[in-house]
């Protein structure tokens, strides 16, 4: 049982990236799924949680209007769009989840996957 988060990079100020979650030896479909991120020295934040009924949480002041998460289903992935990216934007990626709800909660955080690094610099 493993969850994956992929699609991170360099990218430079501006740019964009899709970052992917996976999961194997279990379903994502079933789930809410939520993305965080840790930059060095930081505490973790929360980014946003999608139900799997595509119900999504508030995203944080910091990357409102520019990042969006989303799944779909049918490829079993839940995806976070970052678009006009800022060097504080700089951190490692999580996705998580509970295997148990199908709504966020305070729990969606409980099984972590791999995370994806995303660096935004000139």
């Known amino acids: 049982v493993q969850l994956q988060a992929s699609g991170g990079g360099l990218v430079q100020p501006g740019g964009s990236l899709r970052l992917s979650c996976s999961a194997s030896?279990?379903?994502?479909?079933?789930?809410?799924v939520g993305w965080f991120r840790q930059a060095p020295g930081k505490e973790r934040e929360e980014i946003s949680c999608?139900?799997?009924?595509?119900?999504?949480?508030e995203v944080p002041g910091s990357v409102r209007g520019r990042f969006t998460i989303s799944r779909d289903n049918s490829k079993d992935t839940v995806y976070l769009q970052m678009n006009n990216l800022k060097p504080e934007d700089t951190a490692v990626y999580y996705c998580?989840?509970?295997?148990?709800?199908?709504?966020?909660?305070?729990?969606?955080?409980?099984?972590w996957g791999h995370g994806t690094q995303v660096t935004v610099s000139s």
């Open positions: 999608i139900s799997s009924q595509n119900r999504t949480t």
């Open positions: 998580a989840t509970d295997m148990a709800r199908d709504y966020c909660s305070r729990y969606t955080g409980t099984f």
């Open positions: 030896g279990f379903s994502l479909r079933y789930y809410a």
